[in-house]
């Protein structure tokens, strides 16, 4: 038996995150991981892989539809899924390795297997059983389904399925218009399936700003995506190398069967703390079935934490980073705090879209009449350069104070032009002081500058 300062159960953005600043904060760090390789759902079977495929796709999109526009002419390249498939596991097999290497560099043991908690301070692995000063759970999520719909990972798959398939299906369809099946709807569009997606809610990508939906969502069907929102998916039907989706349109008429290749279940995830014994311990749940955590992370019992996509709040990687991070500085005896009201949330299609803070329509639930900066990418010259000028930067700010309340982005890399804003937000900065920032030109960032002289006297490019 070892005895640590922390053991973190799981090895996803959360918990390696969290273990590596414990380590260099001076606490003796041990974290259990089942699965064979570290870095979770994120490194192994969410972000990375997606955003493999997505770069892979992208790039067969562009040498079909802009080379020869650019004078680049010849062949297009051809699909080999295969080495499609192996690109994608080398990538992420660098990744996994090099938190491996980050955990032996910071001295942090990985105790592999599968974690209980049989009391606080204890954690058993196996036939072993650890003690620990403070005991993180950072056991992440899995995905969800609807009722009437059963994943079996052969014709009706999860996101997990999606990243292994044996061919390109010639039909997907997607159900549900999120963002994990938006990437991956795209993937498959751009490799030529023909992709249908089915989404209950009225516009795609529930939550984010109705002018973004509504773009996004033109910008996709010009892509050769079909998507039919108000969509109630009431059941599907595993055949042999096929699969049947019905749907109800909530207008009314029909039912509707659609005939898949393959049906792409998108419809969220859960949280997971199946078989630590939670219920034994008398940690406290939520109703949605996470670990109900105070403002430092502590749940119910005493030295016992909880991070990431097992707690409430949004279900993404960097915030369950943070978390990590910040628990870490709590562990050690110093200040950790997260900023939820600035956690970026990005969709690595092509165009991006990139959202941070509130959107003008919560705003107006405030009861404020927000001031509202929107610049166009079609007066950017560089964005024009490159065959992205679809979309657009909306910033939305305080109407008396001019301080920056959120903003939303679709477009060339809005994934990382969404930072400036963040920090702009961290600071306190209002759109003037976007505004009267000088950005090098041409570049995509001079849209964000112009959103924000938008939001005073007006953008000089349109
Ligand atoms: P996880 O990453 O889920 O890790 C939890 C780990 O705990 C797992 O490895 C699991 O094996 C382990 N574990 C569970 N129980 C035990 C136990 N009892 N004993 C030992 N180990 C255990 N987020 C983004 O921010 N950006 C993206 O682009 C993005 N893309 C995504 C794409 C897809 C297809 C998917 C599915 C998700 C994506 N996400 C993305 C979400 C992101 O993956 C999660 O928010 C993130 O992984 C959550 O981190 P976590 O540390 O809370 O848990």
Redesign the pocket.
Known sequence: MASYDVII???????YVCAIRCAQLGLKTAV????GTLG???L????IP??ALLHSSHMLHEAEHNFAAMGLKGKSPSVDWKQMLAYKDETVSQNTGGIEFLFKKNKIDWIK????IPEAGKVKVGDDTHEAKNIVI????EPASIPGVEIDEKTVIS?TGA?ELSKVPKKLVVIGAG??GL??GSVYARLGSDVTVLEYMDAICPGMDADVQRTFKRILEKQGLEIITGAAVKGTEALKTKAKVTYAPKKGGDDVTLDADIVLVATG?KP?AD??GLKDLGVKMTDRGQVDVDDHWKTSVDGIYA????IPGP??????EDEGMALAEVLAGKHGHVNYGVIPG?V?TTPEVATVGQTEAEAKEDGLKPKVGKFNFMGNARAKAVHQSEGFVKIIAHPETDRILGAAIIGPAAGELIHEVCVAMEFGASAQDLALTCHAHPTYSEAVREAALACGDGPIHS
């Open positions: 159960i799981g090895a996803g953005p959360g918990g259990v991981e089942g699965r979770g759902t994120c192994n079977v969410g972000c997606s955003k297997g599968w974690a209980s950072a056991t992440g999520s996101s990243l963002v994990i990437e991956l995830r997971y078989g630590l991070i990431g996509d097992v279900m993404l990687a960097h915030k369950a990005v690595y």
